[in-house]
Every structure is written in C-alpha cells, then in structure tokens.
C-alpha cells in the first residue's frame, strides 16, 4: 500500500533545517523525554539488514519504542522473538495494522460476510498482540459508500466497533482508528478528520476504541493540530509523525515538531508516537539526520 510505503533511504531532495541538523551533536544526549518509535530499515545502513540488530541500534541511540504496521504478517516465531527482545531492551511495542481497507467500505457495511472478516481480523489481532507484547492496534474501516447516507454509515460503523470491543477488552487490546488525508494519498475513505473519529469513539464508548491522530495526514486535512489534540484528547491512544510536505523527519518541513512535543509532554502524554515517515536524504548521513532531528525536536524545557 502506497501509504505503507516508505521512503527510507530515498534520495529526496529536502534538506533538513537548521533545527534539525546537527544542533544537538555538540552536547550530550539525556536521553529522549517522549517516546518516539522508529521503523524497520530506518537505520539499516547503520545497524545493517537484520531486524533485531537495528532493535539494538535504535535503543542505543536513546529509542524506547519500536513500530512495525505489519507485525502481525511475520511468521508467528518472529513475533514471539520480538515481544522478547522488545522486553528484554526494555522498548515499548507500537501499533501494527490489523484491519486496513482502502478499497471498498468494509466497517461502513451490512454485510455479514463483511462483518465476519473484520471479527477473524480482530480474533487474529489478539493472538498477535500476546506475542508481540502489543497494546494497539490500527484499523482503517474503509471506503465511503457513495449509495449510502452519511448517518447509516456512521450508524454501522459504530456498531460493528461495538462488535470488535466485545473481542478486544477482555484481552486490553486497544483499536486506535486512522483518520486519513483524502486529498494527497488517500481519496475515497470514509474516515478522514480527527473530530469525526472522536464522534465515534464516544458513541461507541469504550476503552477498546480510540484515535490514532497522524499528524501528517491531519496537517494535510485540516491542520490546527494542537487545538485538535486537545479537543480530542481523552479519546486519543496513538499518534504518528511525519513532516509536510515530504512526509519525512522532523525539521523538513512545515510542522513545528518541537512546540507540538514540548505541548505533549506537558499534557502527560505516556503513549507511544510513532516514526511513519522516511528519511530526508540517503545513506549513515541521511540516518544519522533522523536522529538528530528527534534530539533537536525533542530538547525543549520541562
């Protein structure tokens, strides 16, 4: 999927900024106050191929949390040696995907072949999540359906979440729902600001179902990212980063990450915010950049 699909090791021509340069390479690093959760191959030029190798990697370099959309495809000794060494290096395990439908509506639907797909789905989520030591997961409910109102739409959506809770709870598995941009990457899909993924998520009303606010898809869509954390704030679980345009690190682009951190952290945020991004530029010097942006980012006062 396209929006899967990142850019790690491209030869993007975005320079990075000042602020995200090497403005922290001078002093020593403390250590990041956020949880920041890089990807597999964000490093690989360093750590080289080998997934757990880059796991060492990211936590030496002050990462203490790690996000794999596609955990749940790996074979299930892969996910059980993850969960183990994410514990053992003391990393938090972030999202993975467990529904993601971009092409036809699917939580949106009265189907019951449909409806029976996304519960294996859910079943499907829970025996991963146990491996993986994971408490998220990320659902994309699918299209908008062009022969249907809006409001019988929302009605099924918040019922078949209802369904998927009724999995979810008794294993403290939580769906985080994705708003996505429908202008640049993602045109068609019925979930696409964070204030009407906070609608559902009251009306479904549980502990199970919340927001995951993608702030590079939210600045695309609607922007006014702050005063939209706060208004959605009690049904948020998950956030994910990227700049704009360009959908790489910190510092690339038009999002002032450092404010947005710094208002995160003294909010309380604990969660995880997740790296779905690429890097800037290529090779040891593209990824060391990344890092750095994330220090500089990340150096604000407490």
């Not at 059980?80 to 995907?97: Q, S």
């Not at 829970?126 to 299209?143: M, Q, Y």
């Not at 999995?167 to 993602?186: C, F, K, Y």
């Not at 682009?253 to 952290?265: S, T, V, W």
Request: hydrophobic share 40%; net charge negative; glycine share 8%.
């Amino acid at each position: 999927m396209r929006r899967r699909e990142f850019l790690t090791g491209s030869a993007a021509a975005v320079a990075a900024s000042s602020v995200a340069s090497g403005a922290t390479t001078s002093k020593s690093f403390d250590g990041f106050k956020l949880e920041y959760a890089p990807h597999e191959g964000m490093f690989r030029e360093h750590a080289g191929p080998d997934l757990f190798d880059q796991l060492r990697f990211m936590r030496d370099e002050g990462f203490r949390a790690f996000e794999d959309n596609w955990a749940s495809r790996r074979p299930v000794d892969v996910q059980e040696k993850l969960g183990k060494t994410l514990a053992e290096l003391g990393m938090t395990m972030g999202v993975f995907v467990a529904h993601g439908e971009f092409s036809r509506p699917s939580f949106a639907s009265d189907d019951p072949a449909q409806l029976e797909r996304i519960l294996n789905d859910m079943r499907s989520a829970v025996e991963a999540a146990e491996r993986l030591g994971a408490k998220w997961c990320t659902v994309v409910p699918g299209a908008f359906d062009q022969r249907l109102e809006p409001d019988y739409q929302m009605a099924l959506v918040v019922d078949n979440l209802r369904r998927c809770a009724e999995i979810l709870e008794p294993a403290g598995l939580t769906i985080v729902l994705e708003s996505l941009n429908p202008w640049r990457d993602h045109p068609g899909l019925y979930l696409t600001k964070i204030p009407q993924a906070y609608m559902i998520c009251r009306a479904v009303n549980s502990p199970s179902v919340k927001i995951l606010d993608d702030l590079y898809h939210q600045q695309i869509t609607e922007g006014n990212l702050i005063p939209n954390l706060d208004r959605a704030w009690d049904e948020i679980a998950y956030i994910q980063l990227g700049d704009n345009p360009g959908r790489n690190e910190p510092g690339t682009g038009e999002i002032q990450y450092r404010k947005i951190f710094e208002h995160l952290y003294h909010k309380g945020y604990q969660g995880v915010l997740g790296m779905e991004h690429g890097n800037s530029r290529g090779g040891k010097e593209g990824e060391r950049a990344v890092i750095d942006a994330y220090r500089a980012a990340d150096d604000f006062p407490v």
